[in-house]
């Protein structure tokens, strides 16, 4: 009985269309067009529902200088491209260049990028170098810190900003293997910013601050290597 009864709901809306129309007023289908967009049964739905998820991640690891970040090196889009569509060859995105040249920015622009299309998992941590080592040094805290670093370690995605700057030692080496290790061999995503060249024959470059065990690694782990030129752009009062 139920499906007659929507045919006769329809045909008497069609009838009332037409009345309206002949005297000029034209009715809408909002509720259809409502239902399309909102239909749970829809892909496109769930991806939008993904990104909105992926995006409030995004926005409480991105401190509020790099809310509007936004990546527009080809290079840079085409890892976080990379990333989205096949996560574990998307390998390491290593950005290179002086102080203020964009590195931070275009860093947090590629992780909004991946989080804006909809990923099945978006995980993220995003740390500064030297407060890194600073939470990994032994506290009074029993175990604290390496639990610290299997977190840094395991995450799906990782930011680590301004590789480098920290003052070296056995001990900050011993704990960039580490971390760099597990997630070379997990074949994890990685975003890494740095002040020093990533080779250098003429000075310090970032193989002297890793170590050789680590620069083998990321060797084969980076993907996308990215130096950036450039004035310093926080002279210019914009962020970078």
């Known amino acids: 009985m139920a499906e007659p009864e929507r045919v006769g709901s329809a045909r008497s809306m069609r009838r009332m269309e037409r009345i309206l129309a002949a005297k000029g007023i034209q009715v809408s289908d909002s509720t259809a067009d409502d239902s399309r967009e909102?239909?749970?049964g829809d892909r496109e739905w769930h991806r939008r529902a993904r990104a909105e998820y992926a995006l409030n991640r995004w926005r409480t690891a991105a401190p509020p200088r790099f809310s509007n970040a936004e990546a527009t090196i080809p290079e840079v889009t085409a890892w976080a491209d990379r990333a989205l569509t096949e996560n574990s060859a998307a390998g390491a995105l290593l950005l290179t260049g002086?102080?203020?040249t964009g590195k931070?920015?275009?860093a947090y622009g590629a992780l909004r990028r991946i989080a804006a299309g909809g990923p099945d998992r978006f995980e993220l941590i995003a740390v500064n170098s030297a407060d890194m080592y600073g939470n990994l040094r032994p506290s009074q805290v029993m175990g604290a810190a390496e639990r610290e670093l299997r977190k840094l370690s395991e995450v799906q995605y990782?930011?680590?900003?301004?590789?480098?700057?920290?003052?070296?030692?056995e001990w900050t080496e011993e704990v960039t293997y580490r971390l760099i290790n597990y997630r070379y061999n997990h074949c994890l995503p990685t975003i890494i910013t740095s002040n020093l060249p990533a080779r250098d024959d003429n000075?310090?470059?970032?193989?002297?601050f890793v170590g050789?065990?680590?620069?083998?690694?990321?060797?084969?782990?980076?993907?996308s290597l990215v130096p950036m030129i450039g004035a310093d752009r926080r002279r210019g009062g914009r962020a970078a």
């Open 38 to 40: 909102e239909n749970p």
């Open 158 to 169: 990782l930011l680590l900003d301004d590789l480098g700057t920290a003052k070296t030692s």
């Open 203 to 208: 000075g310090p470059d970032l193989t002297d």
């Open 98 to 100: 002086l102080t203020g």
């Open 104 to 106: 931070t920015h275009q």
């Open 212 to 223: 050789a065990r680590v620069a083998s690694r990321l060797a084969e782990m980076v993907t």
